[in-house]
């Protein structure tokens, strides 16, 4: 079926699953900080507006209050937060690049391609929406393990991690049309508590070894077994 001869409102869904893949991307190869983190904010912008597109076409009240707190959470909130590490730590020049950034991004093609062809048993039990959409989600999310393993920096691992979690939840609100709103606090509530845990890590981190590049870390083990 051809993307024009979808309903509106699933054109809408997929075009917003194909931001928020696109996002994930430029954020696993840009090698600034400063952009990466505006980047996520997009990135939840596009998942609160799907939550309230779902909203609407479901006829789910609950699920506006979700869009909004992840709005507020993901697109402010957590930027926000990370953009204060940035001001404090003065990082505002501060570079993660890949060492092969080609490769990173021709791996992350690969990716997609493989959680296509993963979500093809499915494929015939789900609609076509859904299984773009599954495969995409999917790919977010490896794509966000790809950028917690490949970045050297504590703020482009965390925003990875967050990256990863939109791909969950866009997966949640767009195949399942929305949680219970229980879930959806809990989930909320989890994601506030990490990004204040993160903050008070990035603290910790710059105080101990005077630098957020955590392989550091590593080097720092490695001559205390020396």
Not at 140 to 166: D, H
Not at 177 to 187: F, Y
Not at 197 to 210: E, K, N, T, V, Y
Request: glycine residues 4%; proline residues 3%.
């Amino acid at each position: 079926m051809f993307f024009s001869q979808l309903a509106l409102y699933e054109q809408a869904i997929l075009a917003l699953a194909a931001v928020v893949l696109l996002l994930t991307f430029l954020m696993l190869v840009h090698p600034r900080i400063l952009s990466v983190i505006k980047l996520f904010a997009w990135q939840g912008l596009a998942v609160a507006a799907t939550t309230a597109l779902v909203a609407y076409d479901a006829n789910a009240p609950h699920l506006y209050i979700s869009a909004l707190l992840t709005l507020l959470l993901k697109a402010f909130f957590i930027p926000w937060l990370l953009l204060r590490m940035v001001d404090r730590f003065d990082l505002h020049q501060e570079l993660d690049s890949l060492s092969h950034p080609v490769l990173v991004l021709f791996g992350g093609i690969i990716l997609v391609v493989f959680c296509y062809h993963t979500t093809l048993p499915v494929a015939a039990q789900l609609t076509a929406i859904t299984h773009n959409v599954v495969a995409i989600c999917m790919s977010v999310v490896l794509l966000g393990m790809v950028m917690l393993i490949s970045r050297r920096k504590a703020v482009t691992q965390v925003v990875g991690f967050m990256a990863l979690e939109n791909g969950l939840f866009f997966a949640a609100v767009a195949v399942t049309e929305g949680m219970p709103m229980v879930v959806e606090l809990g989930v909320a509530f989890d994601v506030l508590v990490a990004a204040i845990i993160f903050g008070i890590f990035f603290l910790h981190l710059r105080q101990s070894i005077d630098s957020l590049d955590t392989s550091r870390l590593s080097r720092l083990s490695e001559r205390e077994r020396d």
